[in-house]
């Protein structure tokens, strides 16, 4: 079936350096990715999303890459700080008039001091 | 702004007994979403709502029901609770125009013994 997975389960970075977090999509068909960030004991924050046809966008701090002949999507984290230590998911929209998000299964990070 | 609120944060259920889990947003939003979240996991659409009186299932409807008869309100009905039920329950909105955003409430944490 589709399916949103992600590569690596745990990321551990040292304050200030910049952290790479990776997922990897099966449909073709979604015309959004998103990234929410979770922290412990609430509910998900929204980050940044990138549309199917951009290859790149910025927001503060963070970065999304789109690359769809290899179905990869990664989010940067520049000068991570202790409080983006948190669980970070990808999630997809798929086309059309739908407004459902499947989920990947997340990765957490731990900013070490 | 209060955002998303759920109630309540906390509840434990004995097998087949039955509850009602709330949730309302004052932000005048149109869509709003069950999910449901087992440890470790990502997130599983439950059922969810366009505008009120118009709701929808999700991946994981079995066991739910839901009404939006306001714009604000959007309860989740669990009937007959089952121990498979343990998880946490996060409620969500969005707006017509942002709808990759979506605003989540603080989550119930549900235990059925």
């Known amino acids: 079936g589709e399916s949103v997975g992600l590569h690596l389960p745990t990321l551990s970075v040292q304050e200030g350096d910049n952290s790479i977090i990776n997922c990897a999509y099966s449909n073709s068909a979604s015309d959004y990715f998103i990234w929410y960030k979770q922290e412990s004991g609430k509910g998900p924050q929204f980050i940044i999303d990138i549309r199917s046809n951009m290859d790149k966008r910025q927001g503060q701090r963070v970065t999304v890459l789109l690359n769809k002949t290899v179905k990869h999507l990664s989010l940067q984290i520049a000068a991570t700080q202790p409080g983006d230590s948190a669980v970070y998911f990808c999630a997809e929209k798929l086309g059309g008039n739908n407004r459902k998000l499947i989920w990947g299964l997340g990765t957490s990070l731990a900013v070490n001091p | 702004n209060a955002g998303v609120t759920q109630t309540p944060k906390f509840r434990i259920l004995k097998i087949g007994q039955s509850m009602t889990l709330q949730c309302a947003q004052d932000m005048n939003h149109n869509y709003m979403y069950w999910y449901r979240q087992d440890p470790g996991m990502g997130l599983k659409l439950i059922y969810y709502?366009?505008?009120?009186?118009?709701?929808d299932k999700g991946e994981v409807p079995n066991g739910y029901n839901v009404s939006r008869s306001t714009t604000e309100d959007f309860p989740l009905r669990l009937e007959l609770a089952a121990p498979s039920q343990t998880s946490v329950y996060f409620c969500a909105s969005s707006s017509y125009r942002d709808y990759n955003e979506q605003f989540f409430g603080p989550g119930t944490r549900l235990t059925v013994l």
């Open positions: 709502s366009v505008g009120a009186g118009i709701t």
